[in-house]
Nanobody
Framework: QGQLMESGGGLVLPGGSLRLSCAAS?????????MGWYRQAPGKQRELVAT??????VYADSVKGRFTISRSNFNNTMSLQMDSLKSEDTAVYYC???????????WGQGTAVTVSS
């Protein structure tokens, strides 16, 4: 089974920016229909941040206008540009892919984002 791996997390000041990346290994992102980013804050359930299907993007209301999701199947990568970060964006961020046809889901291990002064 292929793997997804996130990178780019870290500590950032409120109002700052981070760019998360998701790379696929041993599987091509052409195999995925929907791809997305989810996050899980301490003590909370995992929630949807953004998804991308072809050229169509969907964002959680809490990140609209601040986060931008993008994807390059040719480069086998997906990114999440996060601007104007707030303390409530602190969470572990996960990359997700849903395979065409079988709808099998793939998850990365997560990358931690901490927004704090």
């Amino acid at each position: 089974q292929g793997q997804l791996m996130e990178s780019g997390g870290g500590l950032v000041l409120p109002g700052g920016s981070l760019r998360l990346s998701c790379a696929a290994s041993t599987i091509s992102m052409f195999n995925f229909n929907v791809m997305g980013w989810y996050r899980q804050a301490p003590g909370k359930q995992r929630e949807l941040v953004a998804t991308i299907t072809g050229g169509r993007t969907v964002y959680a209301d809490s990140v609209k206008g601040r986060f931008t999701i993008s994807r390059s199947n040719f480069n086998n990568t997906m990114s999440l540009q996060m601007d104007s970060l707030k303390s409530e964006d602190t969470a572990v961020y996960y990359c997700n892919g849903v395979r065409w046809g079988t709808k099998e889901e793939y998850w990365g291990q997560g990358t931690a984002v901490t927004v704090s002064s």
